[in-house]
């Protein structure tokens, strides 16, 4: 009887270090994470330039998950740094910075991005300092806009034609073809309102 309870009690001193052992690994994977939380916090805000401090001396502020940038007429919404895409080739920036005016030509029937389409041209319209035309690549009741192509655009007013597909971006003459998907489209707007504002 006495035996039986010794192996009894080892067995269980057994289990009880197992468990031990358990918690020790588990306390220390969780501090583990919670360390790795403070850091990456540490990374994210206190390792975050200030106002004229931030990439090529950037004058920003984010507000509720929304970075502001400090433009010369004015703060203007962003969804991404300038260097979280490619920048536009040199031909493209300098058609934006030099026209006159712009057309948005675009796919009326691209359902999967007709949405982005219409927020990114209303965008431009607003925080562009030059007239923001549209035009669509085939006729459709929705959108009353002329049908156009690469062809109508000319040095003063450059077309941005938002393409189906994920290409990324090619000039032939005045026209900036912009092949996008979602928030490709998105990053693009970015890329051409950093463009337009010379902050590239």
Same mark, same amino acid.
């Given at each position: 009887?006495?035996?039986?309870?010794?192996?009894?009690?080892?067995?269980?001193?057994?289990?009880?270090?197992?468990?031990?052992?358990?918690?020790?690994?588990?306390?220390?994977?969780?501090?583990?994470?919670?360390?790795?939380?403070?850091?990456?916090?540490?990374?994210?805000?206190?390792?975050?330039?200030?106002?004229?401090?931030?990439?090529?001396?950037?004058?920003?502020?984010?507000d509720?998950?929304?970075?502001?940038?400090?433009?010369?007429?004015?703060?203007?919404?962003?969804?991404?740094? *300038?260097?979280? $895409?490619?920048?536009?080739?040199?031909? #493209?920036?300098s058609?934006i910075?030099?026209? &006159?005016?712009? /057309?948005? @030509?675009?796919?009326?029937?691209?359902?999967?991005?007709?949405?982005?389409?219409?927020?990114?041209?209303?965008?431009?319209?607003?925080?562009?300092?030059?007239?923001?035309?549209?035009?669509?690549?085939?006729?459709?009741?929705?959108?009353?806009?002329?049908?156009?192509?690469?062809?109508?655009?000319?040095?003063?007013?450059?077309?941005?034609?938002?393409? *189906?597909?994920? $290409?990324?971006?090619?000039?032939?003459? #005045?026209?900036i073809?912009?092949?996008?998907? &979602?928030?490709? /489209?998105? @990053?693009?707007?970015?890329?051409?309102?950093?463009?337009?504002?010379?902050?590239?």
């Amino acid at each position: 009887m006495a035996k039986k309870q010794s192996r009894k009690s080892r067995s269980q001193m057994r289990e009880e270090k197992r468990q031990q052992r358990v918690r020790l690994w588990m306390g220390i994977f969780v501090i583990s994470i919670m360390v790795l939380s403070v850091i990456s916090f540490a990374f994210v805000f206190y390792g975050m330039p200030g106002p004229g401090g931030g990439p090529d001396g950037l004058d920003y502020r984010i507000d509720n998950n929304q970075l502001f940038v400090q433009t010369r007429t004015g703060e203007v919404p962003f969804y991404s740094w *300038p260097d979280s $895409e490619a920048p536009l080739p040199r031909e #493209a920036v300098s058609l934006i910075q030099n026209a &006159q005016s712009v /057309i948005v @030509l675009f796919d009326p029937e691209d359902e999967e991005n007709i949405m982005l389409l219409d927020l990114v041209r209303w965008e431009l319209s607003q925080y562009m300092q030059i007239p923001v035309g549209a035009a669509v690549t085939n006729e459709t009741t929705a959108y009353p806009y002329d049908v156009g192509s690469c062809d109508i655009a000319t040095q003063q007013t450059p077309v941005l034609y938002f393409a *189906p597909g994920n $290409e990324g971006v090619s000039v032939e003459d #005045a026209c900036i073809t912009i092949s996008a998907q &979602q928030e490709g /489209i998105i @990053l693009q707007r970015d890329q051409i309102l950093y463009s337009y504002f010379d902050l590239r």
